[in-house]
């Protein structure tokens, strides 16, 4: 066993599915010979040759595209976009190809491919690299979007998005790719998609949130509880589709409910679990759900994003703000 | 100044307009290879006409016609073989029709259903591309498929005249060069993308030419004499098969139809442009050329067009026997297996349509 960081973890469930799996290879701009700019395929070149890991021309329609008719032949694809804000040039293929190909043959195609792309705030990056758009594609049907928050949810759940059968968008929050190291055994074990997991128990608030906002959310849940205020905390880790039985279940237990998420707030993905709650529900809560989100707003360039993302403060006024509010 | 590189595009005809041989022809040209040319796009273009009163009587959406073009769809669907990979664009359903899909495959799909994209005819091709110019990226990534599991297979893309502004066309291409892909590309250009003709699409003097900047092979064709278009695309699949470099093929053809059943092309053709086009479009052509060799009558001309009408109303009749896809079947290919969070969705729309059904 190994302590290693988020961005190790991808590159090694990578490298595991590679070995065994001979349909699995991975292209996209600068990923062979440089091992990718975040370094997230660092070795796989040496490991498994030009025939498998593939440095394309720089052009995103392309690498989706080409990843999709590649998939259509029984490869299973990792596509690497180098970073979330250049993802748009592939949209189209994402939405209009990949996420139709099994629906539009009545299941002749499939379309197997993992679409990879380090996204969010928080890194100081230049322009259009630091936005966080799951929302645009949470919206798409026929596709699956993925968003781990530690080393071993990376590993274990970039191991099931390469073995499903159908499209995944597996966002990389880059703020936390080097932030802590974990124990991860390569073992090839893949975690459930469609579950949101609970990782940390508690009894007054559920606090749901995905990718690098785990880090504030549990600072925030920490201070909380020196406070006497237990906080349930859900990583969503499939932000579509999202599984609802596990909220359902905790907010059952907390009554209250709060979503942190880094995407700016209207249409949200926020947005769907609160009108999923009002659904599933109304009559359990006893304080209307707070979200604590970016603003709608362009994501600040890098001197001003530090105020943009969700803080612990904010979290913490959230929790504070519902926990007043009594339901008579 | 020195010059570094040049270029030329080369254009190959074999029978012109007044259906007169340019060149000696080339060794499949036999007569019988020429009367199956000429049976197939005869076919063709009477199932275009059936599909098009068809519309018209509203049994089934709207269709975009082959009319004019036939030679280009015909060549192509004979030159690929049945293992070959066809990622066509919207109006290649005579591609599919001469590579052996059934005529129900086209009618279902074209009816709005979308199980005429399951054909089971060849069942590795891309069902067609409504979206401009993707199919051209799908190609690339098939044909790479081929090429790592060392298949001896050819992808064939096809793409309309408008197409080629986009850059999907262009990445394909560039991406094919570098990779040397078992791939041929073959721009129909049959002047129109809906109102616009391609003097507004492009500066450049072909669309052959195109291919040059992406390091490809690039030839332009009378794409309506279906003897230059069936050399072209069987030496370009051959060249790939045989690991030589992809090629651009540019078919320079006409639409005599509407670009589709809802659209009015009299709107923006001039009548005269028109009939000039008439006079050269691909079946005629071939037609003349075979009465002269007294390879073909009207006597065998009636036959034909019976044994055509015959064959298309058949098929016609069939399809519409099928039963339609119930409701929720719109759920049953999402995904491989239907994520939980979508079951309540799917028993609303049963028990709404199954309240629907009791109304009634």
Same mark, same amino acid.
């Given at each position: 066993?190994?302590?290693?960081?988020?961005?190790?973890?991808?590159?090694?469930?990578?490298?595991?599915?590679?070995?065994?799996?001979?349909?699995?290879?991975?292209?996209?701009?600068?990923?062979?010979?440089?091992?990718?700019?975040?370094?997230?395929?660092?070795?796989?070149?040496?490991?498994?040759?030009?025939?498998?890991?593939?440095?394309?021309?720089?052009?995103?329609?392309?690498?989706?595209?080409?990843?999709?008719?590649?998939?259509?032949?029984?490869?299973k694809p990792i596509a690497e976009f180098q970073f979330m804000g250049f993802i748009y040039s592939g949209f189209d293929h994402i939405l209009s190809h990949a996420a139709r190909l099994r629906n539009r043959t009545r299941g002749r195609l499939s379309c197997p491919v993992v679409f990879r792309a380090p996204y969010g705030g928080g890194i100081h990056a230049p322009e259009h690299h630091s936005e966080s758009m799951e929302?645009?594609?949470?919206?798409?049907?026929?596709?699956?979007?993925?968003?781990?928050?530690?080393?071993?949810?990376?590993?274990?759940?970039?191991?099931?998005?390469?073995?499903?059968?159908?499209?995944?968008?597996?966002?990389?929050?880059?703020?936390?790719?080097?932030?802590?190291?974990?124990?991860?055994?390569?073992?090839?074990?893949?975690?459930?998609?469609?579950?949101?997991?609970? @990782?940390?128990?508690?009894?007054?608030?559920?606090?749901?949130?995905?990718?690098?906002?785990?880090?504030?959310?549990?600072?925030?849940?920490?201070?909380?509880?020196?406070?006497?205020?237990?906080?349930?905390? @859900?990583?969503?880790?499939?932000?579509?589709?999202?599984?609802?039985?596990?909220?359902?279940?905790?907010?059952?237990?907390?009554?209250?409910?709060?979503?942190?998420?880094?995407?700016?707030?209207?249409?949200?993905?926020?947005?769907?679990?609160?009108?999923?709650?009002?659904?599933?529900?109304?009559?359990i809560l006893k304080a209307p759900v707070e979200r604590v989100t970016g603003y709608d707003t362009i994501m600040p360039y890098a001197q001003l994003e530090k105020y943009y993302m969700p803080s612990v403060e904010r979290i913490i006024k959230a929790v504070k703000k519902i926990l007043v509010t009594c339901a008579c | 100044m020195k010059k570094i590189a040049a270029f030329e595009i080369s254009y190959l005809q074999y029978?012109?307009?007044?259906?007169?041989?340019?060149?000696?022809?080339?060794?499949?040209?036999?007569?019988?290879?020429?009367?199956?040319?000429?049976?197939?796009?005869?076919?063709?273009?009477?199932?275009?006409?059936?599909?098009?009163?068809? *519309?018209?009587?509203?049994?089934?959406?709207?269709?975009?016609?082959?009319?004019?073009?036939?030679?280009?769809?015909?060549?192509?669907? !004979?030159?690929?073989?049945?293992?070959?990979?066809?990622?066509?664009?919207?109006?290649? *359903?005579?591609?599919?029709?001469?590579?052996?899909?059934?005529?129900?495959?086209?009618?279902?799909?074209?009816?709005?259903?979308?199980?005429?994209?399951?054909?089971?005819?060849?069942?590795?091709?891309?069902?067609?591309?409504?979206?401009?110019?993707?199919?051209?990226? *799908?190609?690339?990534?098939?044909?790479?498929?081929?090429?790592?599991?060392?298949?001896?297979?050819?992808?064939?893309?096809?793409?309309?005249?408008?197409?080629?502004?986009?850059?999907?066309?262009?990445?394909?291409?560039?991406?094919?060069?570098?990779?040397?892909?078992?791939?041929?590309?073959?721009?129909?250009?049959?002047?129109?993308?809906?109102?616009?003709?391609?003097?507004?699409?492009?500066?450049?003097?072909? !669309?052959?030419?195109?291919?040059?900047?992406?390091?490809?092979?690039?030839?332009?064709?009378?794409?309506?004499?279906?003897?230059?278009?069936?050399?072209?695309?069987?030496?370009?699949?051959?060249?790939?098969?045989?690991?030589?470099?992809?090629?651009?093929?540019?078919?320079?053809?006409?639409?005599?139809?509407?670009?589709?059943?809802?659209?009015?092309?009299?709107?923006?053709?001039?009548?005269?442009?028109?009939?000039?086009?008439?006079?050269?479009?691909?079946?005629?052509?071939?037609?003349?050329?075979?009465?002269?060799?007294?390879?073909?009558?009207?006597?065998?001309?009636?036959?034909?067009?019976?044994?055509?009408?015959?064959?298309?109303?058949?098929?016609?009749?069939?399809?519409?026997?099928?039963?339609?896809?119930?409701?929720?079947?719109?759920?049953?290919?999402?995904?491989?297996?239907?994520?939980?969070?979508?079951?309540?969705?799917?028993?609303?729309?049963?028990?709404?349509?199954?309240? *629907?059904?009791?109304?009634?």
């Amino acid at each position: 066993m190994s302590t290693i960081t988020l961005v190790e973890a991808v590159t090694q469930a990578i490298a595991y599915e590679m070995t065994h799996d001979q349909n699995v290879i991975i292209l996209g701009e600068d990923i062979a010979v440089n091992g990718g700019v975040f370094r997230a395929t660092v070795g796989l070149l040496e490991k498994f040759g030009p025939e498998r890991v593939l440095d394309t021309p720089l052009a995103e329609s392309m690498i989706a595209g080409t990843a999709i008719g590649m998939a259509s032949q029984g490869l299973k694809p990792i596509a690497e976009f180098q970073f979330m804000g250049f993802i748009y040039s592939g949209f189209d293929h994402i939405l209009s190809h990949a996420a139709r190909l099994r629906n539009r043959t009545r299941g002749r195609l499939s379309c197997p491919v993992v679409f990879r792309a380090p996204y969010g705030g928080g890194i100081h990056a230049p322009e259009h690299h630091s936005e966080s758009m799951e929302a645009l594609f949470a919206h798409i049907p026929g596709i699956r979007v993925v968003i781990p928050s530690s080393p071993a949810k990376a590993y274990g759940l970039l191991l099931a998005a390469i073995r499903n059968p159908d499209p995944v968008l597996f966002l990389e929050p880059k703020r936390i790719y080097r932030l802590v190291k974990q124990e991860v055994l390569d073992d090839g074990k893949a975690l459930p998609l469609d579950t949101a997991f609970i @990782i940390q128990p508690g009894d007054d608030v559920t606090l749901i949130t995905w990718g690098a906002m785990i880090k504030e959310t549990t600072e925030a849940a920490n201070q909380l509880n020196q406070e006497g205020i237990s906080c349930e905390i @859900i990583d969503l880790a499939t932000i579509s589709p999202i599984d609802m039985n596990t909220i359902l279940d905790s907010v059952e237990k907390t009554k209250r409910c709060v979503i942190i998420h880094e995407a700016p707030r209207s249409c949200g993905v926020g947005a769907e679990i609160v009108a999923q709650l009002m659904e599933y529900a109304f009559d359990i809560l006893k304080a209307p759900v707070e979200r604590v989100t970016g603003y709608d707003t362009i994501m600040p360039y890098a001197q001003l994003e530090k105020y943009y993302m969700p803080s612990v403060e904010r979290i913490i006024k959230a929790v504070k703000k519902i926990l007043v509010t009594c339901a008579c | 100044m020195k010059k570094i590189a040049a270029f030329e595009i080369s254009y190959l005809q074999y029978l012109n307009e007044h259906s007169e041989p340019t060149q000696a022809f080339p060794a499949f040209a036999t007569d019988e290879a020429l009367l199956k040319f000429y049976k197939q796009m005869t076919l063709l273009r009477v199932f275009d006409y059936k599909m098009v009163n068809l *519309h018209r009587i509203g049994k089934i959406g709207t269709f975009p016609s082959s009319l004019g073009q036939e030679a280009i769809f015909v060549a192509t669907g !004979l030159a690929m073989q049945k293992e070959d990979i066809l990622c066509p664009f919207y109006r290649d *359903h005579g591609v599919a029709i001469s590579r052996g899909y059934l005529f129900s495959d086209i009618l279902a799909y074209w009816s709005g259903d979308e199980r005429g994209n399951n054909s089971q005819f060849a069942k590795k091709d891309f069902p067609v591309c409504i979206p401009i110019a993707g199919q051209c990226l *799908h190609a690339t990534g098939v044909a790479y498929a081929i090429k790592y599991k060392k298949e001896n297979k050819v992808v064939v893309a096809n793409i309309g005249d408008g197409g080629t502004s986009k850059g999907d066309f262009y990445e394909a291409m560039n991406l094919a060069g570098i990779w040397n892909l078992p791939l041929v590309f073959i721009v129909d250009n049959n002047q129109w993308a809906i109102s616009v003709p391609v003097t507004k699409q492009t500066a450049a003097e072909t !669309l052959a030419q195109k291919g040059i900047a992406a390091g490809i092979d690039c030839i332009q064709v009378d794409g309506n004499d279906v003897i230059a278009v069936f050399e072209a695309v069987q030496n370009a699949i051959t060249q790939s098969r045989q690991g030589g470099k992809p090629t651009v093929i540019e078919a320079i053809s006409f639409r005599l139809a509407d670009h589709t059943t809802v659209d009015d092309a009299t709107r923006y053709t001039k009548e005269e442009v028109k009939k000039d086009a008439w006079k050269k479009e691909p079946i005629a052509r071939l037609g003349y050329y075979l009465e002269e060799k007294k390879l073909w009558s009207r006597e065998k001309e009636a036959e034909l067009q019976e044994e055509c009408k015959q064959a298309v109303e058949q098929a016609f009749e069939k399809y519409f026997l099928i039963k339609k896809q119930t409701p929720e079947s719109m759920f049953d290919f999402l995904f491989e297996t239907l994520p939980d969070s979508l079951i309540d969705q799917r028993n609303d729309l049963v028990s709404e349509f199954t309240a *629907h059904s009791k109304e009634k």
